[in-house]
């Protein structure tokens, strides 16, 4: 069982503003739309603005540098935001975390409570996103070419933490196959669970099970890739199929989703390999 210790990290919140309605300003030095109160100014034509509350922290965010180091880590570390409970979940590249946060009506964001496992590690990176949470006190989120990304900021609105959206938390759940490669499939037998949070599959090929690895490219949008796919032995009537599946699942690069229902897993050439469709309901 890991062990928890508990982190206290000094926030401090944003002077409160009588306003409670965020407008657009100008764009900031490091390239993302800040948001002050009562202030018209207009934002950067390279991106959109995103309206500021704690629902739109909402979801899984991945890493991509703090303040200033660039994160490489295979498993790259991220944070999950629950508005609904106000908790906030994540990884810094070695340990988990979990802990609380609150956004005020002034747009400040206060994060407490933390707590984190105590695997030894030994890297810049990990600190450097403890000492950034401990120093977030606000936050400005931009919509750039359909990819949200979440700038985290110290009490002098400097940016010590940029994360980007993966936008893959729709592709939780249990999925039936329904194509692979073209090929319709009539057979319900085959499933795929995919856990994004652990970066695990599992699934059924319709004879043997399958379990592999989820890994992810921040750098690109919807990116996706499947690795270390291994399956039971048994013998099985159609081994082809299972064949065609495995196949597609080491292929498939990248994700569309025709709905939160439907989902195509592409190769890299932007070729359908696979054709998913939800069982049951959403996670």
């Known amino acids: 069982m890991n062990k928890f210790t508990v982190i206290t990290f000094s926030t401090l919140l944003i002077s409160a503003s009588s306003c409670s309605l965020f407008k657009k ?19 950067s034509s390279s991106s959109a603005p995103i309206v500021l509350d704690k629902k739109s922290l909402d979801g899984e965010w991945t890493i991509i540098n703090a303040y200033g180091t660039k994160v490489n880590f295979y498993t790259m570390p991220y944070l999950t935001f629950d508005s609904e409970n106000n908790r906030i979940y994540g990884n810094n590249g070695c340990n988990y975390i979990n802990g609380g946060f609150s956004v005020e009506e002034n747009g400040s964001l206060k994060f407490g409570n933390m707590i984190t496992t105590l695997a030894e590690c030994n890297n810049k990176t990990e600190a450097q996103i403890s000492k950034a949470i401990g120093n977030t006190t ?30 893959l938390s729709l592709l939780n759940g249990t999925w039936t196959v329904t194509e692979i490669d073209g ?27 399958i379990n592999g690895s989820i890994s992810l490219d921040p750098k690109k949008k919807n990116a996706i890739q499947f690795s270390q796919i291994i399956s039971t032995r048994k013998a099985c009537p159609n081994m082809a199929t ?8 080491e292929e498939a690069e ?4 025709e709905s939160s229902e439907t989902i195509e897993l592409l190769d890299n050439n932007r070729k359908c390999v696979l054709i998913l469709k939800r069982i049951g309901l959403k996670r």
Request: aromatic share 4%.
């Open 183 to 209: 090929n319709a499939i009539d057979d319900e037998n085959i499933r795929l669970v995919i856990d994004i949070p652990e970066g695990k599959l599992h699934g059924n090929s319709g004879c043997n099970l």
């Open 254 to 257: 990248h994700f569309k989703a």
């Open 25 to 43: 300003s100008t764009t900031t030095d490091d390239g993302f739309a800040s948001y002050e109160p009562a202030s018209t100014d207009s934002v």
């Open 138 to 167: 606000s936050f400005t989120i931009t919509k750039e070419k359909g990819i949200q990304m979440l700038v985290l900021r110290d009490k002098k609105h400097n940016p010590i933490m940029t994360l980007r959206n993966h936008n």
């Open 242 to 249: 299972e064949t065609a599946l495995l196949v597609a699942l």
